[in-house]
């Protein structure tokens, strides 16, 4: 079984960056699609980014392409989300999410949740 756990979130300025770490343990990490999902306070938890087991596959929400890149190092056992030209519509708690399977949109895939990272982008 693997767990997640986020980090790299904070307090930013719109315009600003952030990178945020999924870092995995417990398992075979090179085994598992990796996805981002966020949810703001009284909105449901929304896809950002997912990749897939090699990191040969990745795909963004409309949101946030050209903005967000997800990428991974399965040597470091770590999945990347940098975030440039912040929005304060960006601002939520931001999971990491993992599965053995195919990269996937629907957090209904995914089996395995981190805690979550809080992002907030003052305007």
């Known amino acids: 079984q693997v767990q997640l756990v986020e980090s790299g979130g904070g307090l930013v300025q719109a315009g600003g960056s952030l990178r945020l770490s999924c870092v995995a343990s417990?398992?075979?990490?090179?085994?598992?699609?990796i996805g981002w999902f966020r949810q703001a306070p009284g909105k449901e938890r929304e896809f950002v980014a997912t990749?897939?087991?090699?990191?040969?596959?990745?795909s963004a929400a409309d949101s946030v392409k050209g903005r967000f890149t997800i990428s991974r190092d399965n040597a470091k056992n770590t999945v990347y989300l940098q975030m440039n030209s912040l929005k304060p519509e960006d601002t939520a708690v931001y999971y990491c999410?993992?599965?053995?399977?195919?990269?996937?949109?629907?957090?209904?895939?995914?089996?395995?949740w981190g805690q979550g990272t809080q992002v907030t982008v003052s305007s």
């Open positions: 999410a993992g599965f053995e399977g195919l990269a996937s949109r629907s957090p209904h895939e995914y089996k395995y």
């Open positions: 990749i897939s087991r090699t990191g040969v596959s990745a």
């Open positions: 417990g398992g075979a990490f090179s085994r598992y699609a």
